[in-house]
T-cell receptor, first 111, second 112 residues
Framework: EPEVTQTPSHQVTQMGQEVILRCVPISNHLYFYWYRQILGQKVEFLVS????????KSEIFDDQFSVERPDGSNFTLKIRSTKLEDSAMYFC?????????FGPGTRLTVL | GNSVTQMEGPVTLSEEAFLTINCTYT??????LFWYVQYPGEGLQLLLK?????DKGSNKGFEATYRKETTSFHLEKGSVQVSDSAVYFCALNTNTGNQFYFGTGTSLTVIP
């Protein structure tokens, strides 16, 4: 059964460093998303991506964040200069219709 | 706006007990409703869904009915097992390509 994959499973970085989180969505899906979940809190929407551009983004998704689909398979989230409060689990998701399929997440720890 | 309010946890039950996790929503238009489950160390997995009023989603013994009149989508299971221990998230989606709105999640622990 096709699934969304994410790498790495855990990323540790120093405050101020750039990180890139990688996702491989399900191959025939058209919509791609990033969400984050700070420990003990709600899963929060960051951004959705369709037809090679951002279709929707939340207030969390400020200038420090960017997304890219550099080739036909990968979908990346870049955080330019990480802050302590960026520590969270980041989930990628993809969809063709209403149901979104989620990856296993990348746990980002900013020290 | 769109939002989901979910019963606070954690919930601890004995094996074979009846489970209810309450979920209510606020939405513009006609949303689809979902329950996702997150097992320890894993990502979010779709448990069940309902796309219109009065639909009942069911999977693995879990059920939830889309109630437009009460704007609810409560999750139920008649007899829980230890393997059901996980965090359960209620969510809504208003249209294809739009974001999901999640509840805060309810942690369930089932003890033998």
């Amino acid at each position: 059964e096709p699934e969304v994959t994410q790498t790495p499973s855990h990323q540790v970085t120093q405050m101020g460093q750039e990180v890139i989180l990688r996702c491989v969505p399900i191959s025939n899906h058209l919509y791609f998303y990033w969400y984050r979940q700070i420990l003990g809190q709600k899963v929060e929407f960051l951004v959705s991506f369709y037809n090679n551009e951002i279709s929707e983004k939340s207030e969390i998704f400020d200038d420090q964040f960017s997304v890219e689909r550099p080739d036909g398979s990968n979908f990346t989230l870049k955080i330019r200069s990480t802050k302590l409060e960026d520590s969270a689990m980041y989930f990628c998701a993809s969809s063709r219709a209403a149901e979104q399929f989620f990856g296993p997440g990348t746990r980002l720890t900013v020290l | 706006g769109n939002s989901v309010t979910q019963m606070e946890g954690p919930v601890t039950l004995s094996e074979e007990a009846f489970l209810t996790i309450n979920c209510t929503y606020t939405a513009t238009g006609y949303p689809s409703l979902f329950w996702y489950v997150q097992y320890p160390g894993e990502g979010l997995q779709l448990l069940l869904k309902a796309t219109k009023a009065d639909d009942k989603g069911s999977n693995k013994g879990f059920e939830a009915t889309y109630r437009k009149e009460t704007t609810s989508f409560h999750l139920e299971k008649g007899s829980v097992q230890v393997s059901d221990s996980a965090v359960y998230f209620c969510a809504l989606n208003t249209n294809t390509g739009n974001q999901f709105y999640f509840g805060t999640g309810t942690s369930l622990t089932v003890i033998p």
